[in-house]
């Protein structure tokens, strides 16, 4: 060996340590940032993408058309807090002692069990830096707080809602009361996490806006000026008593607040391309569940209200104006993911899937090994979102105790083809939609005569009972009985 090559060979002596490390941050550099936009209320109607003739939502839009549009994704609790916990943990709310969203006044030390895996603790041991901005919900005490559950950061509320302008937001653990527009200031705070995230570290953002939930106004002038003189499209409008006109003001105001969260997406959607992270980063929209806006005579959610000139009798566990539900409009949520090189732009899934899939669809994602000793129900969709022609399971359970406005205990199957709702604590309230020839569930057939209904209503109700014993669902003592 002449000289040369041995002074060659000992400049490329790299010490053991420093391989290590190069090694390590390639590792954590393979793995994609991850951007988890949030929305509260927000109906999958409300998207110009879904033929709405009066949404204003290019960057929405724009997602999917660069990603992919999941039509057929549903929440398994059609309101804010079991919705969140079942998302963060892959577990049902009555699992968890969260049947309904939580009241701070009312029940102070309700929220998420300290015990809880959530995959943003996984997601934090694998390396990432994570942070939550925005909307919190699943508990106020500080036992209970976002970084007790894996988040390195969080800027925001704890409790359910917070004013559309000039609101009190928590910081560096402080409450601070903040000027503006509560959407627009959120989003500033998320920048500013993207800004300063650690370079040698993949990022997991979860940004909860407050929006479209109601109070709508105010909103950017921008906003508002497509809708502030528009007399809008309503999907019900010879509904026997629907309020017409408040319907059409409630409109107005809801797409604007949808406008202004579009436009804030846009803001970080841009951020991610000037800092050119885009190519390495997954984007992920969705909302906690959907929404109705005169859709079968009521407005909001699963804690449902009607929406007309004279409201259908009160009942003893239902008072006046309240309709508890588990409309589509209720339970199915906007969901798109854009994941350059691995998904297709522009496709369209139609599989049902469920927030509870989340937790081992995002662990795949990052490549962190699901830990043998976590019980999750839901299913990982990277497959159907590379497009490998696998079986999928479309069937889909979900559930709603409902204890604040009303009292129910509503459990639900869905097939492509039919829904039974049961409520196994009101007499007369079950219901059986065709969905295939009723998608808007227009015709409960739950009295029906038809052997062939009768049939089906037998079926579907075993596989309701099937799913409350496989989570020991505490209402299944009522259950078995009705």
């Known amino acids: 060996m002449n000289l040369i090559t041995k002074t060659l060979l000992a400049c490329c002596v790299i010490p053991l340590s420093l391989i290590s490390v190069t090694y390590s941050q390639a590792v954590e550099k393979s793995q994609p940032n991850i951007l988890f936009l949030f929305t509260d209320d927000q109906a999958p109607w409300a998207l110009e993408a879904s033929g709405h003739p009066h949404a204003v939502t290019p960057n929405m839009d724009s997602l999917v058309k660069e990603g992919a549009y999941l039509t057929n994704a549903f929440t398994v609790t059609p309101v804010c807090s079991p919705s969140r916990a079942s998302l963060i943990s892959g577990r049902y709310g009555s699992e968890l002692g969260i049947t309904d969203w939580i009241h701070p006044q009312r029940e102070p030390k309700l929220g998420l069990p300290t015990d809880t895996t959530t995959w943003v603790q996984l997601l934090q041991k694998a390396g990432y830096h994570t942070g939550l901005v925005g909307k919190w919900h699943l508990g106020t005490p500080d036992s209970m707080h976002p970084t007790k559950f894996g988040y390195d950061y969080f800027m925001g509320f704890r409790t359910g809602g917070a004013p559309t302008k000039d609101p009190t937001l928590e910081k560096d653990g402080k409450n601070e009361k903040m000027e503006g527009l509560t959407t627009d200031i959120l989003t500033d705070y998320a920048l500013e996490f993207l800004k300063s995230a650690p370079s040698d570290k993949p990022f997991c953002l979860s940004l909860h806006y407050r929006a479209p939930h109601t109070r709508w106004l105010p ?9 502030a003189e528009l007399d809008p499209t309503i999907p019900n409008p010879d509904y026997p008593n629907l309020d017409v006109p408040r319907v059409k003001r409630m409109t107005r105001e809801y797409l604007a607040s949808v406008a202004g969260v579009d436009r804030n997406v846009g803001r970080i959607l841009q951020l991610l391309k000037d800092k050119g992270l885009d190519e390495n980063t997954i984007v992920i929209f969705s909302s906690d569940h ?52 691995t998904v297709k732009p522009g496709i369209r899934i139609e599989q049902t899937v469920s927030n509870l899939d989340w937790f081992p669809t995002l662990l795949e994602m990052a490549g962190v090994e699901m830990p043998s000793d976590v019980k999750v129900h839901g299913k990982s969709i990277v497959p159907i979102l590379q ?11 979900a559930e709603y105790s409902t204890k604040h406005q009303s009292h129910t205990h509503m459990r639900m199957i869905r097939t492509p083809e039919w ?37 089906i209503i037998k079926e579907l109700d075993a596989k309701i009972l099937d799913n409350m ?3 020991n669902d505490p209402v299944l003592a009522s259950a078995s009985s009705k």
């Open 219 to 227: 909103v950017a002038e921008e906003d508002w000026a497509p809708f």
């Open 290 to 341: 959907g929404y109705n806006m005169g859709h079968n005579g009521i407005w909001h959610k699963g804690n449902g209200h009607w929406v007309l000139t004279k409201n259908p009798k009160a009942t003893e566990n239902i008072p006046n104006g309240q309709r508890p539900n588990m409309y589509d409009n209720s339970i199915r949520i906007p969901t798109i993911i854009r994941w350059p090189g």
């Open 387 to 397: 497009g490998k022609d696998i079986d999928w399971d479309n069937e889909f359970y």
């Open 419 to 455: 829904k039974l709702i049961r409520d196994f604590l009101n007499e007369g309230r079950d219901e059986l939609y065709h969905l295939t020839d009723d998608p808007a569930e227009a015709n409960n057939l739950i009295n029906s005569d038809s052997p062939e209904v009768k049939a």
């Open 469 to 471: 014993k496989a989570i």
